[in-house]
């Protein structure tokens, strides 16, 4: 149990265009999703924190029109990032939260590698 | 800043051998404590987690020691194995979101 999938799992794309990611929880429904990113041999960074239907919580230093978010259901949960520049490069993880599950329990995606050119 | 700091940065073990990862945090608001461990181009994977009121807990050969008043906690690999080589990070959490500790890198010779 507690499956969250990530599509897709690389994706390389030219500097100026928006790439979508999607995190989906396969066997559980979230209550609350988040997004890390994470750099070769660092720890992860979170993003942002994104909750079914409302708008996402972005931490300091993250643009928020940059880094799109949307949480349509409580298993899916999309990160749009838009105008990709090469230091946009990065690993993204996403992971979430089961609603039945004790307080803080999160379970990560696979990750995407995002490769912009 | 970071909230959680982890030692040592790497490690290495011979097969067999116990592996121990330690973590320090500040913020006394916190109340989960998990470790997760992850492979080169992989997401993070819960091994372990503990609550401040208990002191250990202990899955299958992985261990986790917790010291409240030290606002200390480690994780000990024990007999360890090939497999086991990765990176593992601790994390420490309050209302529903985690800070993570820079991460250690074990390597286990066979």
């Known amino acids: 149990g507690a499956v969250v999938s990530q599509h897709p799992s690389w994706v390389i794309c030219k500097s100026g265009t928006s790439v979508k990611i999607e995190c989906r929880s396969l066997?559980?429904?979230?209550?609350?999703m988040f997004w890390y990113r994470q750099f070769p041999k660092q720890s992860l960074m979170l993003m942002a924190t994104?909750?079914?239907?409302?708008?996402?919580?972005?931490e300091q230093g993250v643009e928020k029109d940059k880094f799109l978010i949307n949480h349509a259901s409580l298993t899916l949960s999309t990160l749009t990032v838009t105008s990709a520049h090469p230091e946009d490069s990065s690993f993204y993880i996403c992971s979430a939260s089961p609603m039945a599950g004790p307080d803080n329990e999160q379970f990560f995606g696979p990750g995407t590698r995002l490769t912009v050119l | 800043q970071q909230q959680v700091k982890q030692s040592p940065q790497s490690l290495i073990v011979q097969k067999g051998g116990i592996s121990i990862i330690n973590c320090a945090y500040e913020?006394?608001?916190?109340?989960?404590f998990p470790w997760y461990q992850q492979f080169p181009g992989k997401g993070p994977a819960l091994l372990i987690a503990?609550?401040?009121?208990?002191s250990e807990k202990k899955e299958g050969r992985f261990t986790i020691s917790f010291n409240k008043s030290a606002k200390q906690f480690s994780l000990h690999i024990m007999d360890s194995q090939p497999g086991d080589s990765a990176t593992y990070f601790c994390?420490?959490?309050?209302?529903?979101?985690?800070?993570f500790g820079a991460g250690t890198t074990v390597t286990v010779r066979a």
């Open positions: 066997d559980f429904q979230a209550t609350t």
């Open positions: 994390a420490a959490g309050n209302d529903y979101k985690l800070s």
């Open positions: 503990i609550r401040p009121d208990v």
């Open positions: 913020n006394t608001a916190f109340d989960y």
């Open positions: 994104s909750n079914e239907g409302s708008k996402a919580t972005y």
